[in-house]
């Protein structure tokens, strides 16, 4: 092949899928910044104004710390005197950092249905690990202590949600374009792929559309709520 047609073959526009594929990608990366965030919250039941919430990031739980009782005026567990409650560091976000790796950098060499298998794959066990992570952290019933989440949970959340939404999103649109295209060559269309692909992906892509603006929703009512802290 000629320098021409070398130059041709580099200036080729991206497909489709391979855009999909990076943004999908990104998402799943993102989750290695998102941690930074607040992760975990804590706050009093009894719901004092004058008792501020107690923030740790998603890094803050992943090495443990020490939630303060006296200081920010929560009550020490029954039959204990100690002004902190230490909080175990948590596993889970260990392994949810290294599936968003694994996500953001495994399928991308991948092409066409096996480059999307693949980073639903790991987006949902990101999620399954999400909520394992937040799941942890277990206080005594008795302490009177509220654990609630914080936006990077939900900022997480809505990566691997978004990065679902995207590979789903082609896998669907490729199946519609094929049943299109056989329709106007008046070729045969393939039911069996329709029935099991082409259906199926956009009801459960609608659900994650509906899914995923719930959580913008929430994303912005979290950040524009006052802050008691």
């Known amino acids: 092949m000629g320098p021409e047609g070398e130059v041709g073959r580099s200036l080729r526009p991206l497909s489709a899928q391979r855009v999909v594929r990076a ?41 443990g710390f020490d939630l303060p009782t006296k200081v920010s005026g929560f009550s020490p567990p029954a039959g204990t005197s100690e002004s902190v409650i230490h909080i175990q560091p948590d596993p889970w976000l260990a392994l ?5 790796i694994v996500g953001g950098t495994a399928g991308i060499p991948l092409k066409g249905l096996r480059g999307s298998i693949a980073g639903m794959a790991t987006a949902v066990l990101g999620v399954a690990t999400l909520l394992e992570a937040i799941h942890f952290v277990q206080l005594p019933p008795d302490s009177g202590i509220n654990v609630d989440l914080a936006v990077g949970v939900v ?20 199946s519609w374009a094929q049943v299109v295209a056989a329709a106007k060559s008046g070729a045969r269309v393939n039911r069996a792929r329709l029935l099991l692909v082409g259906i199926p992906s956009t009801v459960i892509l609608a659900i994650l559309a509906g899914w995923l603006i719930f959580l913008g929703v929430l994303l912005v009512l979290e950040i524009t709520a006052p802050s008691s802290a």
Do not use: E, H, N
């Open 23 to 63: 943004v999908s990608s990104v998402a799943q990366l993102a989750v290695i910044f998102l941690l930074g965030l607040p992760f975990i919250a804590f706050s009093s039941t009894s719901c004092s104004a004058s008792i501020p919430r107690f923030k740790q990031s998603g890094y803050q739980a992943l090495i």
């Open 96 to 100: 949810l950092i290294l599936v968003a």
């Open 155 to 174: 900022c997480i959340m809505a990566c691997f949600t978004a990065s679902l939404v995207l590979d789903l999103g082609w896998i669907s649109g490729k």
